[in-house]
């Protein structure tokens, strides 16, 4: 590498890459790949960060030819890195919403007054559920038990992603203020 390639400009190396220059692949992952550990290390912890560093890169590399130079290369690197990391912890979050946490081996069996209270439970939550409007229920539905994301549920209902999340908000605060009555009690 010649002293002239340590001095090109990162709008340099894309279009070197637009052009074909593999290097200029090479040179901008050297450039921004300490940085973008460190940004992922902040965001998600030591121990977590390295495979969604590798998946940045990926999609990164892969939108690279979409680059049209109207921001800097700065700001679609880390706009791009701020998307995984928000995918990250969308994942993370649905993760631990799937998987319950395991029952103990000592007490298989619930006892006969745990039974009783889930049923209670149940049958409160399906009363609370019914007084719904149908839309919300369908949405609390797809989000709790097919653990569909907004955006998933946004494009079933034809409404933007924000839209699902605000909606999604106000069904679950009037399930909360139908339900909290009867545990009050």
Known sequence: ???????RSDEQLVDAWHAGERSATGELIARYNEPLRRYYRRRLGPGHYEDEL????VAILQSLPRFRGQSSVRTFVY?????????????????R???????????????????????RSRQALQRAMDELPDSMQRM???????????GEIGTIFSIPEDTARSRIRRAKGLLRDRLQPQFDA
């Open 140 to 150: 609390l539905r797809l989000y709790y038990w097919e653990h569909r994301t907004a």
């Open 1 to 7: 590498m010649d002293a002239s390639a340590d001095l």
């Open 97 to 119: 919403r799937v998987f319950a946490p395991m029952k103990s081996h000592l007490d298989p069996q619930p006892s006969p007054h745990a039974v009783l209270s889930a049923d």
């Open 79 to 95: 706009a791009i890195a701020n998307n995984c990391v928000r995918e990250a912890w969308r994942r993370r979050n649905r993760s």
């Open 54 to 57: 590798q998946r940045s890169w």
